[in-house]
């Protein structure tokens, strides 16, 4: 039985790999860019973290229909997210994005340039936490659509600040809201990304002011199921 139940998980994890495979290659091709950034990220020696191209597809998508003109990235890495983000927008639209990795900014900056759009990213560096009290204090919101995907420890005070930076009617995109603990609901109390991440889904969910709903993903050379957050901010009335 034991053996039966290994077998099946393992049969079961390669069929999401192929899926994977599949959902990306029909639906989120990259072209020369995308690959020459994920290939820059990985001669600098940063972590391959950046969204799955299906995702990175999704965000496109969900720009298209939110039509942001100011975007907020929570965690650029090394601009991955940031470029498929950046291609949904008009013109005049513009991305800020935080990092607290000076090595990844640097990487970004590189990328964000080779992609063409130095004129409307602008990387921020130090603490994200920080750089959006700053920018909530002074009033450089509200922000059409806000994509989270930093530490997934501080999530929660991500939400808190982003609700500051928002209008009714911005998009709060959120990644990673699967923790990754191999049996699901197994985590450790002392686990702090999980524990945040929970309390994170329970905020969007329950939260008064915004809408929710979590779209799985598969992530990673082991086809991990994780979740990306899909968020709208209700007007007050
Ligand atoms: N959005 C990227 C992936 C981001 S990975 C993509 O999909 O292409 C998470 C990033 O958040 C890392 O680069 C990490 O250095 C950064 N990060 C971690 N903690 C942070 C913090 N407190 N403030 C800002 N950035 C942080
Ligand atoms: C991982 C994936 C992510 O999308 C992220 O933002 C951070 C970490 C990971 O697979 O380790
Ligand atoms: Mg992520």
Request: glycine share 8%.
């Amino acid at each position: 039985m034991p053996e039966q139940t290994a077998k099946s998980l393992k049969t079961d994890s390669t069929r999401t790999i192929d899926i994977k495979d599949y959902l990306g290659g029909l639906f989120g091709q990259e072209d020369e860019i995308l690959l020459t950034i994920k290939k820059n990220a990985k001669a600098a020696k940063i972590p391959a973290i950046e969204v799955s191209s299906t995702v990175g597809k999704l965000l496109y998508c969900l720009a298209r229909i939110q039509k942001p003109k100011r975007i907020l990235e929570i965690g650029t890495l090394a601009g991955y997210s940031t470029v498929w983000l950046a291609r949904a927008l008009d013109q005049d639209g513009k991305i800020i994005s935080l990092e607290i990795e000076p090595r990844h900014a640097a990487v970004a900056k590189k990328n964000i340039a080779l992609a063409g759009f130095e004129n409307q990213i602008e990387i921020r560096e130090g603490r994200a936490q920080g750089l959006m009290d700053r920018m909530i204090q002074e009033k450089e919101g509200p922000f059409d659509l806000i994509f989270i995907d930093a530490d997934k420890k501080n999530y929660p005070l991500y939400l808190e600040r982003a609700l500051q930076l928002s209008r009714a009617g911005t998009l709060i995109l959120s990644d990673n809201l699967i923790p990754k603990e191999e049996t699901f609901g197994s985590h450790l109390p002392g686990d702090l990304e999980a524990n945040a991440i929970y309390q994170f889904n329970q905020e969007i969910a329950l939260h008064p002011k915004l809408e929710s709903v979590l779209t799985t993903t598969i992530v990673g050379k082991k086809g991990r199921i994780d979740a990306l957050g899909i968020s709208i901010v209700k007007s007050d009335r």
